[in-house]
């Protein structure tokens, strides 16, 4: 398993994702010709999640690329949830 994180912290959360899409989607392919048996996983704090990931744009990006999420909440650090 790999994990890219991403904080979502600046002005544009709309350009944030589309940065963290194409990296996401940059790493898979690289992890598929060196790694193959990693999978990778966008980590995403859960107020991130709540906010902006529930947007239908979002999802449906997320579903067309086959993004999985780990969703963690950033005050306690723990995983709330793997998102596939």
Known sequence: M???VK???AASEVTEFH???????NY??????EKPERILY???SQDTYQDFFSR???QDSLKEYQIKLLIFNSL???IVLWKE
């Open 2 to 4: 790999a994990v890219e």
């Open 7 to 9: 904080s979502f912290i």
């Open 19 to 25: 940065l963290a899409l194409g990296q996401t989607l």
């Open 28 to 33: 898979r392919l690289a992890l598929k010709k």
């Open 42 to 44: 966008l980590a995403i």
């Open 56 to 58: 239908q744009f979002i």
């Open 76 to 78: 306690s650090q723990d």
